[in-house]
């Protein structure tokens, strides 16, 4: 019997994507974390939000490949709190609760998921993970 990916138990690509829009939605209307998106072209968010679903796809053994940036550049100069940080931890434990999220996703703070650069992933969708910093991943 074949073991199912991570991907495949979480329900695949549309609850992948229908939880990261529902946290980016959170984040993007959050007052301190807002400022991030600021000023920015509707096409350049829509844009990033794919990649974020990609990256996600990709990191739990579904079949897309991720095409963005690594973590580190991409975030590289934001100036990412730890303040920031634990806004977005909590946005995405509501999110986790409003989608009821299966304890799957808790693989993750055990390293199921990498990023590309090799390191383990610990992000918005496993509130159990204890971050070490915002560009921990
Ligand atoms: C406080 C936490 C975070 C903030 C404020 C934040 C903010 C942003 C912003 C503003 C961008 C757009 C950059 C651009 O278009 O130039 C971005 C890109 C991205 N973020 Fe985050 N992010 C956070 C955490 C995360 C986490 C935990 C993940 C992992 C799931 C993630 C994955 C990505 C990806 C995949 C991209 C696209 C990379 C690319 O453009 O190639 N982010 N982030």
Do not use: C
């Amino acid at each position: 019997m074949s073991k199912k990916s991570l991907y495949e138990r979480l329900g695949g690509y549309d609850a992948i994507f229908a939880v990261t829009n529902d946290l980016l939605d959170r984040m993007e209307k959050d007052p301190q974390l807002g400022r991030f998106w600021q000023h920015r072209g509707a096409d350049g968010v829509k844009r990033e939000r794919q990649l974020i679903v990609d990256f996600l796809v990709a990191a739990t053994g579904g079949p897309l490949y991720y095409k963005g940036r690594v973590m580190k550049l991409s975030h590289q100069g934001m100036r990412i709190s730890e303040g920031d940080w634990t806004i977005f931890l909590k946005h995405a434990d509501a999110t986790l609760k409003a989608f009821n999220v299966p304890q799957a996703f808790q693989y993750v703070s055990n390293g199921s998921i990498h990023s590309r650069e090799g390191s383990t992933l610990r992000t918005l969708y496993f509130p159990n993970a204890s971050s070490s910093g915002p560009l921990a991943y």
